[in-house]
């Protein structure tokens, strides 16, 4: 079994393998959440694209937070798989500000062709990075499917007064990362050749628990988790919701090393490919090169927080400005 490459069976991998942004907005316009009035208030939803959404239960202190994430592999090793796919889905609730409390297992595996021994090892670590956020890990739910899938459907609490959202970004606030780039071209390179990049591993394997609560204590309002959509994708999300445009320092951004010499060498997912032409539009790029635009559209699995504010500890990669003719700027 140690020999079997799971990246080989699956469509895509990671969150490069989302539906590309265009589509997905296209598809999901005009629909709008149910709101029975017997249910509460929801807080955040489908509107502006939030990562999780978070509904107020009437005479209650804490909103519920509730969000799915699931995806093919993007290592072959099935541990680190589970590991890397349940810290995505726990992501979504510490974007938005909120603590998981519980969760449950998402599963698709082709059990005429992939040992359920690997099935096993990709739960096995799922469980383990709940166990580290403090999640509760209770049952889920699997099908017999042509690709392997794994993820999370995670519920969680959160201060209804203190949420991390998209639209509260205001000009003039600058912006932080608080994981390195480059996680979509390390992993396409793996793919593609079989090599094993442990610190990009151990990116996607950090929980954005920490960031989250700094960002709280730090009296911060907007943020988002930057995953398949990349860096620029998510930040143009958050510049349109909250009317601002944003300007990034393109020589402040952090890479994983091996990242611009993974690009180099032609290891761009297509999902990288199709955020560029999604936000190309919305871009003064200058004379950036192509690589580097490239770079800041990489589609990133299990990446940091993108925050409106500054964290100590973390480098500061651009600012808000007022909205202008573009709504993302490039140097």
Known sequence: ??????????????????IPPGELEDLVAGLSPTSPPSTGRLLLGIDQGDDAAVLQVEDATSAIVTTTDFFTPVVDDPYDFGRIAATNALSDIYAVGGEPVIALNLLGWPRDVLPLELAREVLRGGSAMAQAAGCHLAGGHSIDDPHPKYGLAVTGLADPGRLLRVDAGEPGIPL??????GIGVLNTRHKAT????????????TLNRDA?????????????????????????KLARASGVSAVVDSAA???????????????????????????APHCDFGDLPENERLLLADAQTSGGLLVAGELPGFPVIGELVPRGE??????
């Open 212 to 236: 989250s609560r700094l960002a709280l204590a730090a009296g911060v309002l907007c943020a988002t988790d930057v995953t398949g959509f990349g860096l620029l994708g998510h930040l143009y």
């Open 326 to 331: 573009h709504l993302l700027i490039a140097k």
């Open 1 to 18: 079994m140690n020999n079997i490459r799971l990246t080989q069976y699956g469509n895509g991998g990671g969150c490069s393998c989302k």
């Open 194 to 205: 079989g090599e094993v990049f442990p610190e990009a591993v151990a990116a996607m394997t």
């Open 176 to 181: 932080t990362l608080t994981k390195p780039l």
């Open 253 to 279: 951004v952090p890479y994983l090393d091996g990242a611009r010499e993974a690009i180099r060498d032609g290891y761009i997912s297509g999902g990288s490919r199709r955020n560029l032409d999604w936000i």
